[in-house]
């Protein structure tokens, strides 16, 4: 069973535009992580966010996280080519990491 | 941080064979992992590789399949034992650093 779904499962915008990617939770983690996947890389750790209603910004992302700690969002302004990428959230407990399914996002410049 | 490494890349194997993939972490860590991942989909972990102990496996993994071994802090390896054309994947290694996992390049493997 998937515990986190994100939406959309493919996205593609040229360059300069704007674009969110959505994380919902069956259940509440501990804490909850975005990762970046590059073809032939393993994933890269973005963001943990761990309290409700928190807000936190990496040059153009913004991440929240939902009052109740099971949603989360990741919004990109100004997409480059390089924000293109596999981004994966997921939720940790006790060190595990369960991901969700992941979106596939293409920057065309 | 940590700077994970795996080797071989990538493989093309035969069914019934076994290959076992090598995962060496820059640093100690405390934990290391072993994920499961089709291409451009999402990770699916398959085991924590405990030093000096058995791994501990999640549902649907077993160790007669995926024996691991972690002889020390910094290295670990994953078998893919008898192998099949459904265990054609992308495994990865991790190693867990505070908070944070850092994985490895993954390991592309193809069984005819």
Redesign the interface.
Known sequence: TQLLEQSPQFLSIQEGENLTVYCNSSSVFSSLQWYRQEPGEGPVLLVTVVTGGEVKKLKRLTFQFGDARKDSSLHITAAQPGDTGLYLCAGVDDYKLSFGAGTTVTVRA | SAV?SQKPSRDICQRGTSLTIQCQVDSQVT?M?WYRQQP??????IA?ANQGSEATYESGFVIDKFPISRPNLTFSTLTVSNMSPEDSSIY?C?G?VQ????????TRLLVL
Do not use: D, K
Request: net charge neutral.
């Open positions: 994970i934990m992992f451009g989909q999402s990770l699916t972990l924590t990865l991790s867990q908070t944070a996992q850092y994985f490895g390049p993954g």
